[in-house]
Nanobody, 116 residues
Framework: QVQFVESGGGLVQPGGSLRLSCTAS????????MNWFRQVPGRERELVAT????????NYADSAKGRFTISRDNDKNSLYLQMNSLKPEDTAVYYC?????????WGQGTPVTVSS
């Protein structure tokens, strides 16, 4: 049974930081490409950052470049997203996402609100 435990979301002031975590079980975490998506109500889910199975390659949406860092610890079956210099437009529900050869798994989402 695939399960994700996401944490780290919450309310933060503009310019602040948050670190999202996603701990997975029920599949071979270390062979999956992992991603962070986010979604605002009424809008399509947006890919924020991607990390290869080994962690050696990362990619970011333009909106995240220079502010967000994706990382993973395969020994702990965990995915992370360090978010710095947060802006109100970063407000969304953030989802971890796993994919390997057509198999896709989604986390339950953790909400992030950036507001003063």
């Amino acid at each position: 049974q695939v399960q994700f435990v996401e944490s780290g979301g919450g309310l933060v002031q503009p310019g602040g930081s948050l670190r999202l975590s996603c701990t997975a079980s029920g599949f071979i975490f270390g062979i999956y490409e992992m991603n962070w998506f986010r979604q605002v109500p009424g809008r399509e889910r947006e890919l924020v950052a991607t990390i290869s199975s080994s962690g050696g390659s990362t990619n970011y949406a333009d909106s995240a470049k220079g502010r967000f860092t994706i990382s993973r610890d395969n020994d702990k079956n965990s995915l992370y997203l360090q978010m710095n210099s947060l802006k109100p437009e970063d407000t969304a529900v953030y989802y971890c996402h796993a994919t390997f050869r057509g198999r896709v798994y989604w986390g339950q989402g953790t909400p992030v609100t950036v507001s003063s």
